[in-house]
């Protein structure tokens, strides 16, 4: 965390202290706004930094990001090394896009060497929104506490109708075992509606997560993949 977030999450500053740190994130927002305005309609992959390329969780990642890419999606991720790497490396390997949102953390975390564009955020509450605005789609593989971070965000806008029915697909089944026997728990104890297990697919299956996305989200928006696409244009194209 970085010392002007220190100081702001430390309770109440004087009333231009507090100004200046909202005027200095609007910045930040507009540039993400400016940098990420041609991506397209992009699939975002959240996923743990520490998996090797030697682990299955990575070649399963990497097998993804080429599908998904195939389908015309920008591959949208965090950017940095593990499971972020190895879904936009899927996404060259087929000659897709590849787009890194990347966090700037004391140990610095640098971008990936498989992204074709990449832009880097101060504060992690202004990449969330940028993972989220462009994405028609969310892909989480396993990962630790800021992919479930990004999992119960998503989620929740979805949720609460912030943002609109977007497919939300868990890669990992028994990695994430636990995870889903608590959320069968919520649900049994009506914290969650009857419902709400239905906003996400769990599964293992690259072909299954294909077929949703297509149904979900191609077709509901009108989405039609461009015959020709050029760099850092839209790749798709609205009937």
Not at 107 to 116: I, K, L
Request: net charge positive; with cysteine.
């Amino acid at each position: 965390m970085n010392q002007s977030e220190i100081v702001f999450l430390d309770g109440p500053q004087s009333r231009w202290k507090e100004l200046k740190f909202a005027f200095k994130n609007m910045r930040e927002l507009i540039r993400g706004f400016r940098g990420l305005h041609f991506v397209g309609p992009c699939i975002t992959v959240f996923g743990s930094a520490r998996f090797k390329e030697n682990h299955p969780y990575y070649q399963l990642t990497r097998e993804a990001g080429a599908a998904l890419a195939k389908l015309g999606f920008t591959i949208l991720t965090g950017g940095g090394p593990g499971l972020m790497e190895a879904a936009n490396r899927g996404a060259q390997d087929v000659h897709g896009h590849s787009v890194g949102c990347n966090i700037q953390l004391p140990a610095e975390q640098a971008p990936n060497p498989y992204v074709d564009k990449w832009i880097s955020m101060e504060h992690f509450f202004v990449r969330k929104i940028l993972l989220v605005k462009y994405s028609y789609a969310f892909v989480v593989m396993p990962g630790g506490f800021g992919t479930l971070d990004e999992y119960f965000e998503a989620l929740t806008l979805i949720q609460t109708h912030k943002i609109k029915d977007f497919p939300i697909i868990i890669f990992g089944r028994e990695y994430h075992r636990e995870l889903l026997a608590h959320i069968r728990l919520m649900q049994e104890q009506a914290t969650i509606g009857e419902g709400d297990t239905g906003l996400f697919l769990v599964t293992d299956s690259i072909e299954e997560a294909v077929r949703l996305i297509t149904e979900r989200s191609i077709k509901p928006f009108g989405l039609q993949p461009k015959a020709k696409i050029k760099p850092f244009k839209w790749l798709f194209e609205r009937s």
